[in-house]
C-alpha cells in the first residue's frame, strides 16, 4: 500500500480554487502532471498548491514513486478537468511525471490509492475515468501513449483493492421539493429544470402552496447528484428523495 499523508489547502485559500463543497464524488479521474522537471514530485506538487497555484487549476491528490499526498478533501470541487461535470462530480488524482522519479512506481502507487479512494467514497470501477474522457485532453499522456496501458492500470487497481464490480442499479427514484408559495415561483423553477437540466417535472397543489416532482432517476447516486444540482442552482432549499 502506497505511503499517505495529508497536507490540506486551508479553507479560506481553498473557496478561491474551487467551485466549493459539493462534490458528488461519482467519478475517479486519472490525470499526469505533466511536469518533467526535476523534483517536480508529489510534495512539490502538494506545495504549489498549498502556497496558491498561479494557474487556475486544482486537484484533490498528487502521487509519485514515494507517496500519495492529499491536497483538498473529497468533497470540495476541483478545478482539474476543464468541464462542469468533471470537476463538480470528479476525485482528482494526478500522477508525477518527474525526470528523477520511477515513472511505473508512480503508476502502481496511483492505481494503490485508487483502489482505496473508490471503496471509501463507494465509487464503482467503471466511473474511473481519464482526463481525456470529460474534455479531450491528452491526459494522462503517458498512459493514453502506451507507457502503462489503460488496461494494465486498470487490471493494476482491481488486483490492489480486490474490487468487486457492484451490481447495476435498477431502482428508481423522484426528487420531490419544499413547497412554493405562489403557482409563479414554482413554475420559474420547473422551468430552469425543463431547460437548462433537460429533466421532466412536474407542478403539483399542496393546499395552499405548490410543489415540484421529477421524473424519474435510475439509482439512488443519480437522484443525490440531482438534488445536488438544484440545490447548488438554488432552485429549492428543501428536497425530499422518494420511490418512484
Known amino acids: 500500500m502506497v505511503t499517505i499523508r495529508q497536507k490540506l489547502v486551508p ?3 481553498a473557496l478561491k480554487m474551487t467551485n466549493g463543497k459539493n462534490n458528488a464524488k461519482k467519478y475517479l479521474v486519472v490525470h499526469e502532471t505533466d511536469n518533467t522537471s526535476v523534483g517536480a514530485d508529489a510534495d512539490a506538487h502538494a506545495r504549489l498548491q498549498i502556497n496558491g497555484n498561479s494557474r487556475e487549476a486544482s486537484w484533490h491528490w498528487q502521487v ?3 507517496e500519495a499526498v492529499q491536497s483538498f478533501e473529497h ?3 476541483c478545478w482539474a478537468t476543464g468541464t462542469y461535470v468533471g470537476n463538480s462530480q470528479g476525485i482528482q488524482v494526478e500522477i ?3 525526470s528523477d522519479g520511477n515513472y511505473l512506481k508512480a503508476v502502481e502507487n496511483a492505481a494503490s490509492l485508487i483502489a482505496k479512494i473508490i471503496k471509501d467514497e463507494k465509487i464503482t470501477v467503471q466511473n474511473i475515468v481519464q482526463h481525456n474522457h470529460f474534455s479531450g485532453k491528452n491526459c494522462p499522456r503517458n498512459i493514453r501513449a502506451g507507457k502503462v496501458s489503460w488496461t494494465q492500470f486498470m487490471d493494476m487497481v482491481k488486483k490492489a483493492g480486490d474490487v468487486q464490480i457492484p451490481p447495476v442499479e435498477t431502482r428508481k427514484y423522484r426528487i420531490l421539493t419544499g413547497t412554493y408559495s405562489t403557482l409563479k415561483a414554482a413554475e420559474s423553477a ?11 417535472v412536474y407542478i403539483e397543489k399542496d393546499d395552499p402552496y405548490y410543489r415540484i416532482k421529477t421524473g424519474t432517476f435510475t439509482g439512488i447516486n443519480a ?3 440531482a438534488e445536488i444540482k438544484i440545490k447548488n442552482a438554488k432552485l429549492a432549499q428543501v428536497t425530499y428523495i422518494k420511490d418512484a
Open 190 to 200: 420547473a422551468q430552469v429544470m425543463k431547460k437548462s437540466f433537460g429533466w421532466l
Open 223 to 225: 437522484a443525490k447528484n
Open 64 to 66: 509519485d514513486d514515494q
Open 11 to 13: 479553507t479560506s485559500q
Open 75 to 77: 468533497f470540495w470541487e
Open 96 to 98: 508525477c511525471v518527474n
